[in-house]
């Protein structure tokens, strides 16, 4: 079987009301579909590649090969995990956890995005405390970070929820203008301590491999 040889297709992250894993061709044609139909306010940028600045079609496409180049490129040292969120069975959007070198730097990043009618359910909260679960408790991760515009309030208090403390300020350019990103940094300690969602983990050990975990 195919998840023999790639055991990341039987990874299972699980809240209350989420299930975390990779899709199937099918539901990534509809995670795609998604994502077209507009993951937030036109108006504003929340993401550093403007990505969404495209036409319909392009946005799908492009959900579409950035899924597949991740996997294609994986490797032990350097990876990135896009993880399609469904709820009640239905994609919602997406949420990704990357490290580089981690048996070293004990350190994974987050980023993520929601399907524009899935705003506003508290959705965003649960799928990144999935991920680090996934992170602190499966991978024995010291710390996880995540970066957001500051007009990005939605995931910025995600990260005030789930503990994060500032970690800094950076000077960017987005569609042309001044955008600042806002840092954030989470120990292992604050996420103990704001540990508030049930996650469950199907089928992570023989994927301690291709995370390149830290060995005890």
Same mark, same amino acid.
Request: net charge negative; hydrophobic share 45%; charged share 20%.
């Given at each position: $079987? ?35 139909a507009?993951?937030h306010?036109?108006?504003? $940028? ?9 036409p ?25 995990l ?29 980023g ?14 649960e $799928? ?21 515009? $500051? ?30 990103d ?35």
């Amino acid at each position: $079987m195919l998840v023999d040889h790639f055991p990341l297709l039987g990874l299972r992250l699980r809240t209350p009301r989420l299930e975390l894993r990779l899709p199937s061709p099918e539901e990534l044609a509809t995670l795609a579909e998604l994502a077209a139909a507009g993951v937030h306010d036109p108006d504003v $940028m929340p993401f550093l590649v403007p990505w969404t600045d495209r036409p319909p079609a392009e946005i799908a496409r492009s959900v579409v090969q950035h899924h597949w180049a991740q996997l294609a490129k994986w490797e032990p040292g350097a990876w990135s995990l896009n993880l399609a969120v469904f709820h009640a069975g239905v994609p919602v959007g997406s949420q990704s956890i990357e490290a580089n070198d981690l048996a070293i730097t004990r350190e994974v990043s987050t980023g993520s995005w929601l399907g524009r009618r899935h705003h506003g359910q508290g959705i965003g909260t649960e $799928m990144r405390a999935a991920v680090l679960h996934l992170a602190f408790a499966g991978l024995d991760v010291e710390e996880a970070t995540s970066v957001a515009f $500051m007009d990005n309030h939605a995931s910025r208090a995600v990260s005030r929820k789930l503990g994060y403390a500032s970690d800094g300020i950076e000077r960017r350019v987005v569609r042309g203008a001044l955008a600042i990103d806002d840092r954030q940094r989470l120990t292992r300690a604050a996420w103990e301590q704001h540990r508030t969602v049930t996650v469950t983990i199907e089928g992570l050990d023989p994927c301690l491999p291709l995370f390149g975990a830290p060995s005890e």
